[in-house]
C-alpha cells in the first residue's frame, strides 16, 4: 500500500517562488519513480516533471522547463516540487505521483499511464 500526500499549495502572485512536497508513506525507497503532473479546469492532467529514484535523472515538460526543480529525499521518503516565476497558465491542480522503477535515465516525457500510484492533488492558483 502507498500513500501520497501533497501539500504546499495556494494562491500566490506571478513572479513568487512556491514550493510543493509530497509525503509518502507504505512502500517507499529509492526503486521508486516519482512525478509531479496537474490537471487545469476541463484539460487533461499533463505530466510537469519526474525523477528517477537515485535522483540522477530528471525531466521536465516544456512548459515548465528553467522555472521548475523536483527533488526528493529518500530518506525523509519526500519530493518537491520548487516552482519559481510562476505563470497564470500554471494554475492547476498539481498531483504527486509514483511508481516502481529501475530506470535510471528518463529520455522522455512520461504520462499518467506510467504511474500507478497518486496523491489526491494539491490546488496552485497563479494570479497576475
Request: a neutral charge; aromatic letters at 10%.
Amino acid at each position: 500500500q502507498v500513500q501520497l500526500v501533497e501539500s504546499g499549495g495556494g494562491l500566490v502572485q506571478a513572479g513568487d517562488s512556491l514550493r510543493l512536497s509530497c509525503a509518502a508513506s507504505g512502500r517507499t525507497g529509492s526503486t521508486w519513480l516519482r512525478g509531479w503532473f496537474r490537471q487545469a479546469p476541463g484539460k487533461e492532467r499533463e505530466f510537469v516533471a519526474a525523477i528517477t529514484g537515485s535522483g540522477d535523472s530528471t525531466r521536465y515538460a516544456d512548459s515548465v522547463k528553467g522555472r521548475f526543480t523536483i527533488s526528493r529525499d529518500n530518506a525523509k521518503n519526500r519530493v518537491w516540487l520548487q516552482m519559481k516565476s510562476p505563470k497564470p497558465e500554471d494554475t492547476a491542480v498539481y498531483f504527486c505521483a509514483q511508481e516502481w522503477s529501475d530506470l535510471t535515465q528518463i529520455v522522455a516525457p512520461l504520462g499518467v499511464a506510467d504511474f500507478g500510484f497518486w496523491g489526491e492533488g494539491s490546488q496552485v492558483a497563479v494570479s497576475s
